[in-house]
C-alpha cells in the first residue's frame, strides 16, 4: 500500500510526520504475511503562514495559515493525511474533512529560555521567574496569550515580535535581541533542545494554547481505510482532552485575535479543563470545570458558558474595539 502524508517543512514538523511514519510501519509489520505492508512517503508542503514572518498571524487570518494548503492537498488528493501540530489546527475543520486521530499528548507546558544563565539553578524552580529579569527586560513573543499571562507576572516587560523555527528564535534570542523568549516545551523536546528550557511553566497557571503539545492526524471524510489504518495511533485521553479544549473555545467564538487559553487533562475517568479569557487592556477571567471523560465536548462547552456568565463576552469585546 502506497500512503502519502502531507506536513509543513519546518524540521519540527517533519520531525513529526516521520514519527506518525515510524508508527504506521510498525504497526503494519505485525500483521499476517498476506498484508505487503506499506510504502509511505512524507511531503513537504509550504504553507502561507511559513512565509509570513515579518508580521502578525492574526492580521493575516489566524493560525489557519499553517494548515490551508496542506488541507487542499487533502482535498485534490495530492496525500492521504495530514500530520499537525494541533494548536495550529483552527477548531472549525472544513467540510469533508476530520481530525481522525491524536497521538499521546507530549508536554503542554510553556517555557522560558532566558539570554544570561541566572546564577542559581532553576531546577525544579517553583518561584516567580519573573524576578530573575531585569527592569524593562525584552521579552519575544508574537502570541497574545503568552503576551497576557507574561504581563500578569510583571508590568513592565517590553514584548517585541519573535517569528520563525525554534533554532531560528533561539539564535535571536543568542545575538542579544531579547532578554528572555517564550516558546513551547513539547517542540524544544521533540528536536534534543530542551537544554536550552530556563523555567518550565505551570499549565494551571500559565494556561496553554489549546491542544498544545498534541500531534494530530487529518484525512477526507469518507476514508474508511485512512480511518482504519491510524485509529490503533489514537489516544484516547488525549484526544478527549484536546478536543475538550477545542470545544470551549469554539464556544468562546473569540477569533484568533484575542488572548484565551485552555487546559484540559484526564484522570481516574475524571475531565479536568481550565481556560481564561483576556484583552489587551489587560482585563482577565478564568474558570474551571470538572466532567466525565466521555462527555468532552459537553465538559469543554460548559466552560466556556461559565466563562460567558461572568462577563467573557464583554472583555473579548475590547479586543475588536
Known sequence: MKLKIGTRGSKLALYQANLVKERLTAQ???KNAKDEGIDIEIIAIKTSGDKILNASLSSFGGKGLFVKEIEESLFSGEIDIAVHSLK???QLVPDGLTLGAVLKRDDPRDCVILSA???KSLENYSGNFAGLLK???IVGTSSLRRRSLMARLRDDFIFEPLRGNIDTRIEKLKKGFFDAIVLSSSGLIRLDLENNIGVYLDPVKFI???GQGAIAIEHRTGREDMKEKIAPLNDQE???AVFAERACIRELNCGCASPVGAYAYVKNDVLRIKGFVSNVQGEYLEGDFEGKKDDYESAGKS??????????????????S
Request: with cysteine.
Open 135 to 137: 527592569k524593562s527586560a
Open 238 to 240: 488525549t484526544y478527549a
Open 303 to 320: 466552560l466556556a458558558l461559565k466563562l460567558i456568565s461572568k462577563g467573557a463576552f464583554e472583555i473579548l469585546s475590547k479586543n475588536n
Open 28 to 30: 503494519c509489520s505485525g
Open 88 to 90: 495550529d489546527v483552527p
Open 117 to 119: 544563565k541566572p546564577k
Open 208 to 210: 496553554p494554547q489549546c
